[in-house]
C-alpha cells in the first residue's frame, strides 16, 4: 500500500518527537508493520521531513537532515549564539528548524565554557613525549648521583683503611703479575 509522505512524516514525528513512541508501539497502534515504519525512520535520520514547509500543491519538501552528533565545532558555536538571543518561543521554532532540542544546546554550551576555562588548545602529542623523555633523565640522573655517592663513600672508607692499618703511602702498590 502507498502511504502520502504526509503520512510517513506524521508517523516519524510520533516515532522521533516529544513523547516518541517504538515503532512497535507504532505499528500495532495504526496497523502498519514494524518494519516499514523502522524503514521511514532511517530514511527520516538520512532526510528530515519537515512538516511546517508544505508548498501549494501538498508536498512536504525534504531537506537534507545533519545528526546533531555530526555537526562540526563551528556549526555548534554558530547555533549556540544565535540561541542565545531568541526568546522561549522562537527558541522553539528555531530549534525545530534545525532539527534539536534543547539538550543538545546545553550540552553544546557546556562544552564550550569547559574549554574556555582549561586554556587553550588542548596539549599536543609533542608535550607528553617530552614529558616522557623529562622523567627518563630525571630518572637516570638520579642513578648517577647514587653511583657517584656510593664511589665516594668507598673511597673515603680506602683512605680510613689506609691510615687505620698504618699502610704506607710511599709504598708502591703490589703489581697483580707477580712482579
Known amino acids: 500500500m502507498q502511504y502520502s509522505n504526509k503520512f510517513k512524516a506524521a508517523m516519524v514525528q510520533k516515532?522521533?518527537?516529544?513523547?516518541?513512541v517504538s515503532a512497535n508501539a507504532l505499528a500495532r497502534e495504526i496497523g502498519v508493520s514494524q518494519s516499514v515504519l523502522s524503514r521511514w525512520l532511517r530514511l527520516a535520520s538520512e532526510q528530515v521531513v519537515s512538516a511546517?514547509?508544505?508548498?501549494?500543491?501538498?508536498?512536504?519538501?525534504?531537506?537534507?537532515?545533519?545528526?546533531?552528533?555530526?555537526?562540526?565545532p563551528e556549526e555548534?558555536?554558530?547555533?549556540?549564539?544565535?540561541?542565545?538571543?531568541?526568546?522561549d518561543e522562537e527558541l522553539g521554532a528555531f530549534l525545530r528548524k534545525n532539527g534539536?532540542?534543547?539538550?543538545h544546546l546545553k550540552e553544546w554550551r557546556e562544552q564550550m565554557l569547559?574549554?574556555?576555562?582549561?586554556?587553550s588548545a588542548?596539549?599536543?602529542?609533542?608535550?607528553?613525549?617530552?614529558?616522557?623523555?623529562i622523567r627518563q633523565l630525571e630518572k637516570?640522573?638520579?642513578?648517577?648521583d647514587k653511583a657517584l655517592a656510593e664511589t665516594a663513600a668507598l673511597l673515603?672508607?680506602?683512605k680510613k683503611a689506609r691510615i687505620l692499618f698504618g699502610a704506607d703511602e710511599a709504598e708502591p702498590t703490589p703489581k697483580r703479575n707477580g712482579k
Open 52 to 72: 511546517h514547509q508544505h508548498n501549494f500543491q501538498g508536498a512536504v519538501s525534504v531537506i537534507k537532515a545533519k545528526r546533531p552528533k555530526d555537526w562540526t
Open 122 to 133: 588542548p596539549k599536543s602529542s609533542k608535550g607528553s613525549t617530552e614529558q616522557r623523555q
Open 156 to 158: 673515603v672508607l680506602q
Open 76 to 87: 555548534k558555536y554558530r547555533v549556540v549564539i544565535e540561541a542565545e538571543s531568541l526568546s
Open 114 to 119: 569547559s574549554a574556555l576555562t582549561k586554556g
Open 15 to 20: 516515532m522521533t518527537g516529544p513523547g516518541a
Open 140 to 144: 637516570e640522573l638520579d642513578r648517577k
Open 100 to 103: 534539536l532540542y534543547e539538550a
